[in-house]
């Protein structure tokens, strides 16, 4: 959400209107908690309610400031930020404020000139119903982004002039979840979500969570393949010590035929499709390259890597 969609109008004055003026916009209007003062119809600073009254109820106050110009009393260098700012940062720059100004409200402008405000009271209510939007779009588990937000990046990687779209699938998984249960089994999800956000942390990078054992990452270039090796080196590093080493060797477990075969240690395939030498006009084509990509690299033993640029595989 943007902050210009819950922006109020206020008031706004030039720097010369006299106080007394001032005090006739927030006697007349007892909800105002403060006007805008412009330049060129470009803000410049602003008088709250608070510092105002403030101001004109010292000793002298009345006497002193009442009949002058407003810019006298004015703050200066109000939170401005503009109309399509993420509501999560500002709210980000409006807890930075100093103490004297943490509650002022924002003031927001369109293309420099002043558009409105909004109160603090009602950029944290924003923010609490942004974060509750932005958690519901995010897998449980892993905290990664789900099904939605990974529609709208892969709509948005058709356009980039390089992109990679990276298939992580884990092998032998149903049959771990079969042995020792899916408490046991999310505990694999974790390290792979560990690993896979150590790996995936460039600025441009995305990195989703599909559900299950399945996720993707799209990457703004065709650097992948030492990128992929590491996170095959780290999965295999420590992944049989989820496992109680005999089961690897007395346990037989059903496959998806129903037949008895031997427990095996899970592994990692991860399927890559780029737009190096394949152009794709929709994300129904990315999908099914990357799912015939994924049926090849799951035929191979061990964990592996599979990219549709070289048509060869690599494995670990």
């Avoid at 803000?43 to 004109?56: E, M, S, V």
């Amino acid at each position: 959400m943007k902050i210009g969609e819950v922006i109020e109008k206020v008031p706004c004055i030039d720097e010369f209107v006299k106080n007394n003026e001032v005090d006739v916009l927030f006697m007349s209007n007892p909800s105002l908690r403060s006007i805008v003062v412009v330049r060129d119809e470009k803000p410049i600073g602003h008088i709250t309610r608070t510092h105002f009254y403030q101001k004109i109820g010292t000793r002298y106050g009345y006497h002193l400031f009442m009949g002058r110009q407003n810019q006298l009393i004015m703050k200066e260098n109000p939170l401005i930020v503009d109309r399509n700012t993420p509501i999560t940062e500002v709210s980000t720059l409006a807890m930075s404020r100093p103490p004297e100004d943490l509650y002022d409200d924002v003031v927001v402008t369109k293309n420099n000139l002043y558009d409105g405000l909004v109160s603090i009271r009602e950029l944290l209510l924003k923010l609490v119903d942004t974060q509750v939007a932005i958690a519901s779009f995010l897998n449980p588990l892993s905290s990664l982004p789900g099904n939605k937000l990974i529609d709208e990046k892969l709509e948005e990687a058709l356009q980039l002039s390089q992109y990679s779209l990276i298939y992580f699938d884990l092998d032998h998984f149903k049959s771990y979840n079969d042995t020792y249960g899916f408490n046991k089994g999310d505990k694999i999800l974790m390290y792979l979500t560990d690993i896979l956000k150590r790996h995936i942390c460039g600025m441009e990078d995305f990195l989703g969570h599909i559900g299950g054992d399945d996720f993707v990452a799209i990457l703004p270039h065709y650097e992948v393949e030492k990128i992929c090796q590491k996170i095959i080196d780290d999965f295999d590093a420590n992944i049989v010590s989820f496992y109680e080493l005999e089961d690897l060797v007395c346990v037989q477990v059903a496959n998806r035929a129903g037949e008895l075969e031997p427990l095996t240690c899970t592994t990692l395939s991860i399927a890559v499709i780029t737009n190096e030498y394949q152009y794709f006009n929709s994300v129904e084509q990315l999908s099914n390259a990357v799912t015939h990509i994924k049926k090849q690299c799951k035929k191979i033993a061990g964990s592996c890597y599979l990219i549709n640029k070289q048509q060869t595989y690599f494995v670990h």
